[in-house]
């Protein structure tokens, strides 16, 4: 699935698992972690998840909290045609969606692509059937041509032009956004960045020029969480930028032990045409 980032030709394994090559000689390590930083010559990513954020984030998915996001996933994922047998997962963070998706689907293998060398050290270990890999969601992607069954895109960017280049023709998109009541009991009590009123159609401006949409389904719970359950999902998100620790943990004072906490996401499908110049 890989490409190289200098010359965008197929990346293949070294023999030893030490790293990944080119037929051009590029040639890529594989961190201690495990991961593989597959950026241009003098490209650096956009600032990441610090290790903060993504030590929140493996609490808070480690604990099943979103394991109904993931589930919701994982069916729009298999619900039509063949199971897919190449996955990417775009802004995958520490891969715990993309490792819950494989776990339907035993023949097939993932990339889970992030910006943040602390997640992508996560993702190494997410599931041995995925390779993680630090690059830039919003430059050329490494990865080849028509080659991906399914982009997953799980409260990440979503670069519609790239994405319709990975995808197989027929291949599919699904991407996961909030909805404008996701976490509506926190935002006013902590000050947190509120969902885009006009979100839905700037996807569809950044998308359809290049997929078709093809079906929505909405995911809603309400979740329990005690102070610090909420604390580590504030801190695993881009409300963390925002707050400082100590803020944060002033503000929860006020809330009792445990908090009522409505998640709500849609989950939307896209598709690539079927035919290609």
């Known amino acids: 699935m890989l490409a190289c980032p200098v010359c965008a030709g197929a990346l293949t394994a070294l023999p ?10 590029h040639s890529f390590d594989r961190a201690r972690h495990g991961q593989v930083t597959l950026l241009p010559p003098g490209h650096r990513a956009p600032s990441g998840d610090s290790a903060e954020m993504v030590a929140d984030r493996v609490a808070f998915l480690g604990a099943g909290h979103y394991a109904g996001v993931t589930g919701a996933l994982a069916e729009a994922v298999v619900s039509d045609g063949a199971p897919p047998e190449t996955l990417l997962d775009l802004g995958g963070g520490t891969g715990h969606h993309l490792a819950g998706v494989l776990q339907r689907l035993p023949d097939a293998v993932g990339v889970v692509l992030d910006s943040s060398p602390y997640a992508a050290r996560r993702a ?16 050329r992607l490494p990865v080849r041509d028509c080659v991906v069954d399914r ?10 032009p790239e994405i319709a280049r990975v995808l197989r023709p027929g291949g599919r998109l699904v991407v996961v956004t909030p909805t404008a009541d996701h976490l509506a009991e926190l935002v006013e009590p902590l000050g947190l960045l509120r969902v885009d009123p006009a979100k839905a159609e700037r ?4 998308l359809e020029p290049h997929l078709r949409p093809v079906a929505t389904a909405r995911h809603r719970e309400r979740l329990a969480l005690d102070r610090a359950a909420v604390e580590t999902l ?3 998100g881009p409300h963390a930028r925002h707050l ?17 906490v409505t998640v709500s996401v849609d989950v939307t499908t896209y598709e690539a045409p079927s035919g290609r110049d």
Do not use: I, K
């Not at 190494?124 to 430059?139: E, K, L, Y």
């Open 16 to 25: 030893d698992g030490s790293g990944l090559r080119c037929g051009d000689g």
């Open 124 to 139: 190494a270990r997410s599931s041995p059937r995925a390779v993680a890999v630090v690059a830039d969601s919003w430059a």
């Open 151 to 160: 982009v997953l895109v799980v409260f990440a960017p979503r670069n519609g």
């Open 203 to 206: 996807m569809a401006a950044a």
């Open 234 to 236: 504030v801190g695993m």
């Open 244 to 260: 400082t620790r100590g803020g944060l943990a002033g503000a929860l004072t006020a809330f009792p032990q445990v908090v009522g």
